[in-house]
């Protein structure tokens, strides 16, 4: 994912005894600006993915999430640790840059099979590790994939948003996603995602993404607990960035098919800060 430059509210120009309010943002405008937020040129964490089912029963899954920026894109690993059922299993994830027209790439690796297999565009509406997150929700935020409208602001857990309509610009984007509309909020201060309501074809809500904690660390301000609630299935799904820390020094060689298949050894990875949460 790649994340964030501050959005710029509207602003007012004094002429005279004429008060002029500047024009609005564009709705491309405010995708990219949430597409290319500064979020350092790497990062690692410690990340939970906690499952919930509909009868409230809770599973944990654990893993180190690692991302490093590159001239024509992104690229990220992830390397399960918990439970021992999910333990090796791990994700390569390459997000080259909208403008070079390529798709974003996953690979997963199975440690039962010994197998690397890279994840097709028809399986990106799978469910990421039993979540409610899909393979399709890790792709990078691409403003050409959608047509955006502008609806207006609204204030979320007190932060001011710009509130926009999205719809797929292609069948393909369509049938990658399930997603025939998407309606998003993004904090017009700091550009990141407070809130996004998935609709089907049939126009109904069948999930909703909110984040419910931000922290500011390094200096930049951080997603550091997400929740999914899938409204069909009455199940919800939770993110939690621990001991998440930017600029870290990460060797190439952990971002690419042959590190997934190796895995995360000891020494791999600066030393993670323990911080108090």
């Known amino acids: 994912m790649s ?9 007012l120009l004094f002429t005279s005894s004429l008060v002029l309010a500047a ?18 040129r790497s990062f690692m964490s410690q990340v939970s993915l ?10 944990v899954r654990e893993f180190s999430y690692l991302q490093k920026d590159y001239p024509d894109g992104d690229k990220f690993t992830m390397h399960f640790s918990a439970p021992s059922d999910v333990r090796d299993v791990a994700f390569h994830i390459e997000n080259p840059q909208e403008e070079r027209g390529v798709e974003d790439s996953q690979w997963m690796y ?11 565009t028809t ?19 691409r403003v050409s994939d959608y047509r955006q409208t502008l609806l207006g602001e609204e204030t979320i857990d007190g932060r001011a948003c710009y509130v926009l309509e999205r719809e797929p610009s292609s069948e393909q984007v369509l049938a990658k996603t399930g997603y025939n509309r998407l309606k998003v909020w993004i904090d017009k201060q700091n550009s990141l995602v407070m ?3 998935y609709f089907d074809t049939r126009g109904v809500m069948i999930k909703q993404l909110r984040t419910q904690k931000v922290e500011n660390l390094d200096g930049i301000d951080s997603i550091t607990l997400s929740q999914v609630e899938h409204f069909v299935n009455g199940t919800r799904s939770q993110l939690r960035f ?17 590190a997934i298949r190796r895995g995360l050894k000891s020494g791999d990875t600066p030393e993670f800060r323990v911080t108090a949460r």
């Open 23 to 40: 024009p609005a943002p564009n709705a491309d405008d405010i995708i990219r600006q949430a597409r290319d937020r500064e979020d350092g």
């Open 242 to 258: 621990n001991q998440l820390q930017y600029n870290v020094e990460l060797d190439d060689k952990l971002f690419t098919q042959t």
């Open 110 to 120: 199975l440690p039962v099979s010994r197998q690397t297999r890279r994840i097709s």
């Open 195 to 197: 809130r996004q309501d």
């Open 50 to 59: 906690v499952l919930v089912d509909k009868q409230g029963n809770t599973r």
């Open 3 to 11: 994340f964030i430059h501050g959005l710029c509210a509207g602003t």
């Open 123 to 141: 399986d990106k509406r799978g469910a990421f590790m039993g979540s409610d997150f899909s393979y399709a929700d890790l792709d990078n935020i």
